[in-house]
């Protein structure tokens, strides 16, 4: 009886960190891939790795080393993206997808914009004419509307 019972418990204690990394791979990949802390740390985005993932409100976000994911780990909110679509385009009361390659740090706060050849969002929001806080205060108030 008790070699059953602990073959049981090595047979659960082998394959349930193999459905937890399998349930992992499955979640969405962050920003294409792309560490958010290296926006911060490099001053340009970086290509990360599913050797250095983190799970995080759903989604996997990857790094390209160690530091990196402790880093992200010790502060997720810091790091990762303010909205999930192009701020600029929330100023205008819509959502498009984001270019993770068209960023800018405002405020502390990794702005991910839209880049297509309609409309390049970080360039419409350099050009607007209004303050960075004025812009962030608009794309605020459009979020919350448009995510409810």
């Given at each position: ?78 790091y ?30 990794l ?38």
């Amino acid at each position: 009886m008790r070699i059953i019972a602990l073959l049981a418990i090595l047979a659960c204690w082998l394959v349930f960190p193999i459905a937890a990394a399998a349930e992992k791979s499955q979640l969405p990949v962050a920003i294409q891939g792309y560490s958010v802390v290296s926006y911060f740390t490099q001053g340009e985005p970086q290509l990360g790795s599913t050797d250095f993932a983190v799970e995080y409100e759903g989604k996997n976000y990857l790094f390209t080393n160690e530091a990196q994911q402790a880093l992200f780990e010790s502060d997720p909110k810091r790091y990762k993206p303010r909205y999930e679509s192009c701020p600029f385009s929330l100023t205008l009361g819509m959502k498009l997808p984001l270019d993770p390659l068209n960023f800018k740090i405002v405020g502390g706060y990794l702005l991910l914009f839209h880049k297509s050849d309609k409309m390049d969002g970080l360039e419409g929001w350099q050009k607007s004419g209004l303050s960075h806080e004025e812009l962030l205060e608009r794309a605020d108030k459009s979020f919350t509307l448009l995510t409810f």
